[in-house]
């Protein structure tokens, strides 16, 4: 059965383009625009993974992963931070409210997969 990954951005030519790779190496691939949205989403489906942009409209990535990874419900789900931003106090602040993963944009998509199967243990 084919894993499930969440991609949170609210710059539809990025999610079209992830869903778009995600889906041609096998994955099924929901998308939310906001953090809003993201965190409604995940209450209502199981998803395997979490890609999430930091700098999304109503709630902002860090906020929507601290809220995740707090939850006994849901901490167990890795969280890959997808941002543009490259400063080393927006990792630290991504570790700290518990994200797995961090990718800055531009991407090299091998680098997303590999993380992604290394989270999902394949």
């Given amino acids: 059965m084919a894993k499930k990954i969440l991609v949170v951005d609210d710059e539809p030519d990025i999610t079209l383009m992830l869903r778009a790779r995600l889906e041609a190496n096998g994955y099924e691939v929901d998308v939310a625009y906001d953090g809003h949205a993201a965190l409604e989403m995940v209450k209502k489906n199981s ?10 409209p109503r709630i902002d990535g860090y ?37 797995d993963a961090y990718v800055t944009k531009p991407y090299v998509p091998e680098i997303l997969l590999g993380k992604i199967r290394t989270l999902l243990n394949e």
């Fill in 63 to 99: 906020s929507v992963c601290r809220m995740l990874k707090f939850d006994n419900k849901y901490k167990k789900i890795p969280i890959i931070i997808f941002t543009a931003r490259t400063e080393s106090a927006d990792k630290k602040l991504a570790e700290e409210v518990g994200a």
């Fill in 47 to 56: 998803f395997d993974l979490i890609i999430l942009d930091l700098m999304l």
